[in-house]
């Protein structure tokens, strides 16, 4: 529901941007209009910040290194005493920064996007992503092995975060402007508009539709469009012309593809027990921090072109700037000490380093191809390449992000088709190993799931959600004319026949009643047990729905009987296309329907119930304006003027934790607090509006 200030930002640009003869027009989208506009300024803001980011970066760099320049740079010139302490120093610094950030902000939870989306609505807090992103900064100042477009990120879809809120928009609306900040950070990060939309929507939302490709889209034009002006609009890496010197050499990328999988996986593996190890020890975390900045400086010693989370690193490789011996010996270094990093704690991206691994493999597996095949095969750069893609692929479990990604950050489109056959590839294999990406690790913990909303819905939910208790039945020795009166009293396509003890028969189709109404012979003797279909399908309570529908299809018939177990085929209630409907609408497509969903409390046990709504009435959320700041709930009659109840007030505290307050009549609202409504649609439009 748009709230005052996106109607007065779409009043504004109405009376100043659009012509006369639009305005009708504009006033029926104002929904998409206002997210499409809000979308534009999180952008900007996105890239902004990303900007002063790195900005800050490079300061704490200087100062760390004393120096200037990039951190590789800095590292390989730095006398051996500064190589040892100075990435020792900045993970103790940083573990602090997030040890008594957390107790400042009284915010423990995980800096993870993709959680936000998922679980909390699109809803995160601006202390904790300052703290966590200053604490990235430092730890990739100093050297740490994690990118830069973490804390970017973060920081951004944090930004878009606040002002959905502050602008008062839904739930869903809120979730793809997060999504939208996030792909300005990336866009800005890696000056990738098409791949960071990409990203977003394959990743973070698992959306395509058009309602949500439009704002992820203006976010990334924007905050490419204020990077490049800030930047340059130069591709991130520089790749030599090349292009493919024979057919037959898509075999060896396709080889590639599947030897990147099983990277893929392996780095997921690393990661993943890197976590757990950490887990276990009994080291405080700026400790484990400083520990792990401890053995970066000892490596540094011999390989200080590792420092940093690898994006000159792998500028060089695709430059052909290495030989394929320090390529693997990079490679197995910046995996491990990637794992390493983020498992002690550190905030920070896996993306850039991602990149590396891919491109030395790569490279690597390039300079095995042309020393076995000479004159058959590109150049090691050319499998550098795709070999970061097919990492990013396999990682992410998202190829058609990174086929794009690594296309717009490189220019070369010459590469196109054995980039997208090895990014395919590698995810194909990287799934098979490990089922959860980089990304859905986390998820996976906390139980959830990011298949996609059809999938989820039709898999997850079960018969004993939305089935109803009530049925039509009758004995077996019901006589015709009683059969016929029930068909006229009731408006079914069916009529179950159950025996004395409630045990389901079968069922009479109305097509089945037609036909022994026109039968030429005596019809006084017919019964119930004579006209119905002993076949009939059934289901039971923990049935999911997709095997409801299944049946619904076999049988061809609008409800379904549910029987208590399939051995004693007790009758207990009915399922319908029509409830099946109704909770996709409401799940999936996020459209108003006569279907409420209401959660059972966490650790309960209790199952999530949907209800039918009466006729034009729904249960809506509302973002407390001017009109009702400040007034208790008896004063502002919303109930006596709209017909409106408020169920439940969710406001955030001081700390940035949302308090959900059951409303008494001495209640008084507050000015951002979002209600939780119930009333007819004419009754919730005047009430929003007014």
Same mark, same amino acid.
């Given at each position: 529901?748009?709230?005052?200030?996106?109607?007065?930002?779409?009043?504004?640009?109405?009376?100043?941007?659009?012509?006369?003869?639009?305005?009708?027009?504009?006033?029926?989208?104002?929904?998409?209009? #206002?997210?499409?506009? !809000?979308?534009?300024?999180?952008?900007?803001?996105?890239?902004?910040?990303?900007?002063?980011?790195?900005?800050?970066?490079?300061?704490?760099?200087?100062?760390?290194?004393?120096?200037?320049?990039?951190?590789?740079?800095?590292?390989?010139?730095?006398?051996? !005493?500064?190589?040892?302490?100075?990435?020792?120093?900045? @993970? %103790?610094?940083?573990?602090?920064?997030?040890?008594?950030?957390?107790?400042?902000?009284?915010?423990?939870?995980? !800096?993870?996007?993709?959680?936000?989306?998922?679980?909390?609505?699109?809803?995160?807090?601006?202390?904790?992503?300052?703290?966590?992103?200053?604490?990235?900064?430092?730890?990739?100042?100093?050297?740490?092995?994690?990118?830069?477009?973490?804390?970017?990120?973060?920081?951004?879809?944090?930004?878009?975060?606040?002002?959905?809120? !502050?602008?008062?928009?839904?739930?869903?609306?809120?979730?793809?402007?997060?999504?939208?900040?996030?792909?300005?950070?990336?866009?800005?990060?890696?000056?990738?508009?098409?791949?960071?939309?990409?990203?977003?929507?394959?990743?973070?939302?698992?959306?395509?539709?058009?309602?949500?490709?439009?704002?992820?889209?203006?976010?990334?034009?924007?905050?490419?469009?204020?990077?490049?002006?800030?930047?340059?609009?130069? *591709?991130?890496?520089?790749? *030599?012309?090349?292009?493919?010197?024979?057919?037959? +050499?898509?075999?060896?990328?396709?080889?590639?593809?599947?030897?990147?999988?099983?990277? #893929?996986?392996?780095?997921?593996?690393?990661?993943?027990?890197?976590?757990?190890?950490?887990?276990?020890?009994?080291?405080?975390?700026?400790?484990?921090?400083?520990?792990?900045?401890?053995?970066?400086?000892?490596?540094?010693?011999?390989?200080?072109?590792?420092?940093?989370?690898?994006?000159?690193?792998?500028?060089?490789?695709?430059?052909?700037?290495?030989?394929?011996?320090?390529?693997?010996?990079?490679?197995?270094?910046?995996?491990?000490?990637?794992?390493?990093?983020?498992?002690?704690?550190?905030?920070?991206?896996?993306?850039?380093?991602?990149?590396?691994?891919?491109?030395?493999?790569?490279?690597?597996?390039?300079?095995?191809?042309?020393?076995?095949?000479? @004159?058959?095969?590109?150049?090691?750069?050319?499998?550098?390449?795709?070999? #970061?893609?097919?990492?990013?692929?396999?990682?992410?479990?998202?190829?058609?992000?990174?086929?794009?990604?690594?296309?717009?950050?490189? %220019?070369?489109?010459?590469?196109?088709?054995?980039?997208?056959?090895?990014?395919?590839?590698?995810?194909?294999?990287?799934?098979?190993?490990?089922?959860?990406?980089?990304? $859905? +690790?986390?998820?996976?913990?906390?139980?959830?799931?990011? #298949?996609?909303?059809?999938?989820?819905?039709?898999?997850?939910?079960?018969?004993?959600?939305?089935?109803?208790?009530?049925?039509?039945?009758? *004995?077996?020795?019901?006589?015709? *004319?009683?059969?016929?009166?029930?068909?006229?009293?009731?408006?079914?396509?069916?009529?179950?026949?159950?025996?004395?003890?409630?045990?389901?028969?079968?069922?009479?189709?109305?097509?089945? %009643?037609?036909?022994?109404?026109?039968?030429?012979?005596?019809?006084?003797?017919?019964?119930?047990?004579?006209?119905?279909?002993?076949?009939?399908?059934?289901?039971?309570?923990?049935?999911?729905?997709?095997?409801?529908?299944?049946?619904?299809?076999?049988?061809?018939? +609008?409800?379904?009987?549910?029987?208590?177990?399939?051995?004693?085929?007790?009758?207990?209630? $009915?399922?319908?296309?029509?409830?099946?409907?109704?909770?996709?609408?409401?799940?999936?497509?996020?459209?108003?329907?006569?279907?409420?969903?209401?959660?059972?409390?966490?650790?309960?046990?209790?199952?999530?119930?949907?209800?039918?709504?009466?006729?034009?009435?729904?249960?809506?959320?509302?973002?407390?304006?001017?009109?009702?700041?400040?007034?208790?709930?008896?004063?502002?009659? %919303?109930?006596?003027?709209?017909?409106?109840?408020?169920?439940?007030?969710?406001?955030?505290?001081?700390?940035?934790?949302?308090?959900?307050?059951?409303?008494?009549?001495?209640?008084?609202?507050?000015?951002?607090?979002?209600?939780?409504?119930?009333?007819?649609?004419?009754?919730?439009?005047?009430?929003?509006?007014?």
């Amino acid at each position: 529901m748009t709230s005052s200030r996106s109607r007065r930002l779409l009043t504004l640009v109405r009376e100043t941007v659009l012509p006369r003869r639009w305005a009708e027009q504009v006033a029926g989208t104002d929904q998409h209009v #206002a997210l499409l506009l !809000w979308s534009g300024v999180a952008g900007a803001l996105g890239a902004v910040l990303a900007s002063g980011l790195r900005s800050l970066g490079d300061l704490l760099a200087g100062a760390a290194w004393n120096g200037q320049g990039d951190v590789a740079d800095l590292a390989g010139s730095a006398p051996v !005493w500064m190589r040892l302490l100075v990435p020792a120093a900045g @993970g %103790l610094v940083a573990g602090l920064v997030l040890l008594y950030g957390v107790r400042v902000t009284r915010s423990a939870g995980g !800096w993870d996007i993709l959680e936000a989306v998922v679980l909390r609505d699109g809803i995160l807090k601006f202390r904790s992503a300052m703290v966590k992103s200053a604490s990235s900064v430092i730890t990739i100042a100093t050297g740490g092995s994690v990118g830069r477009e973490g804390p970017m990120v973060l920081l951004a879809s944090t930004m878009a975060s606040k002002l959905g809120q !502050w602008a008062g928009l839904s739930t869903r609306q809120l979730r793809i402007l997060t999504a939208s900040g996030l792909a300005s950070g990336i866009a800005a990060a890696y000056n990738a508009p098409i791949g960071a939309s990409l990203f977003a929507m394959e990743i973070i939302l698992g959306n395509f539709a058009m309602e949500v490709f439009a704002p992820l889209v203006c976010a990334s034009v924007i905050a490419t469009l204020v990077s490049r002006a800030l930047y340059g609009a130069d *591709p991130i890496f520089h790749v *030599p012309p090349f292009e493919m010197v024979t057919a037959w +050499e898509i075999f060896i990328y396709l080889l590639l593809g599947l030897v990147g999988g099983v990277v #893929a996986a392996a780095f997921l593996g690393s990661l993943r027990m890197s976590s757990r190890l950490f887990a276990a020890l009994p080291v405080p975390r700026p400790v484990a921090m400083g520990l792990v900045g401890l053995l970066l400086g000892v490596v540094l010693l011999r390989y200080p072109e590792i420092c940093g989370g690898g994006r000159a690193l792998t500028d060089a490789v695709l430059d052909d700037a290495y030989l394929w011996r320090l390529a693997g010996a990079l490679l197995l270094l910046k995996l491990v000490l990637t794992a390493l990093t983020v498992g002690s704690g550190a905030v920070g991206g896996v993306f850039t380093p991602a990149l590396f691994v891919g491109a030395s493999l790569g490279f690597g597996f390039g300079t095995l191809a042309r020393h076995l095949a000479p @004159g058959f095969t590109a150049g090691p750069a050319a499998y550098a390449l795709v070999g #970061a893609g097919c990492l990013l692929a396999g990682t992410t479990h998202a190829p058609i992000m990174a086929i794009i990604m690594i296309f717009e950050m490189s %220019l070369n489109y010459s590469i196109v088709l054995p980039l997208m056959l090895s990014c395919v590839t590698a995810s194909l294999v990287a799934r098979a190993i490990s089922p959860d990406s980089v990304y $859905t +690790e986390a998820l996976s913990r906390k139980g959830a799931s990011l #298949a996609t909303p059809e999938a989820q819905v039709m898999t997850s939910l079960t018969v004993r959600d939305i089935m109803r208790r009530e049925f039509d039945a009758v *004995p077996p020795d019901t006589p015709l *004319p009683q059969v016929v009166d029930r068909f006229l009293k009731g408006r079914r396509n069916h009529l179950y026949v159950v025996d004395s003890e409630g045990r389901f028969l079968g069922a009479i189709g109305l097509h089945d %009643l037609k036909e022994a109404l026109g039968a030429s012979e005596e019809i006084s003797f017919i019964i119930a047990l004579d006209l119905m279909r002993p076949s009939f399908e059934v289901t039971v309570p923990g049935e999911h729905l997709d095997r409801v529908m299944e049946r619904l299809w076999a049988q061809d018939c +609008e409800r379904v009987p549910v029987v208590d177990s399939f051995d004693t085929r007790r009758l207990v209630g $009915t399922v319908s296309k029509r409830d099946i409907l109704g909770v996709y609408s409401l799940e999936v497509l996020h459209r108003r329907t006569m279907m409420a969903k209401f959660r059972g409390p966490a650790g309960t046990g209790q199952e999530d119930t949907y209800v039918e709504l009466p006729a034009n009435y729904r249960i809506d959320g509302l973002v407390v304006g001017e009109s009702l700041a400040g007034r208790t709930v008896a004063e502002t009659r %919303l109930r006596d003027r709209f017909g409106v109840t408020v169920l439940m007030i969710r406001r955030l505290d001081g700390g940035g934790q949302e308090q959900r307050l059951v409303p008494a009549p001495d209640t008084r609202f507050q000015a951002g607090d979002r209600l939780v409504v119930f009333g007819p649609d004419e009754g919730l439009v005047r009430l929003s509006s007014g």
